[in-house]
Nanobody, 121 residues
């Protein structure tokens, strides 16, 4: 059973940090580009960041550039999203997603179940 499992979400105050993890089962992440997406209440899901299958290329939404860092450890079959200087507008459910054999994070082949991030004072 292919599976992506996110963890690391939680409730933090503005300015604080979180690191999200995305652990893959039955998927070799060195063959997949990994994307992080988020969905805020009442809004559509949006792309946050993407890392290529090799890990050599990354990109970020303008709203998170300089604050979020995507990475993956193919040996651990896990991807990460380090988030610093969190803002209230970063609140939402964060999903990781895998795209086979690509430098891009679309179209998505597999989705995780999501982890809630809430930034509030």
């Amino acid at each position: 059973q292919y599976q992506l499992v996110e963890s690391g979400g939680g409730l933090v105050q503005p300015g604080e940090s979180l690191r999200l993890s995305c652990a893959a089962s039955e998927l070799a992440l060195d063959l997949y580009a990994i994307g992080w997406f988020r969905q805020a209440p009442g809004k559509e899901r949006e792309g946050v960041s993407c890392i290529s299958s090799s890990g050599g290329s990354t990109n970020y939404a303008d709203s998170v550039k300089g604050r979020f860092t995507i990475s993956k450890d193919n040996a651990k079959n896990t991807a990460y999203l380090q988030m610093i200087s969190l803002k209230a507008e970063d609140t939402g459910v964060y999903y990781c997603a895998a795209t086979f054999g690509s430098d891009f994070c679309s179209p998505v082949d597999y989705w995780g179940q999501g982890t809630q991030v809430t930034v509030s004072s």
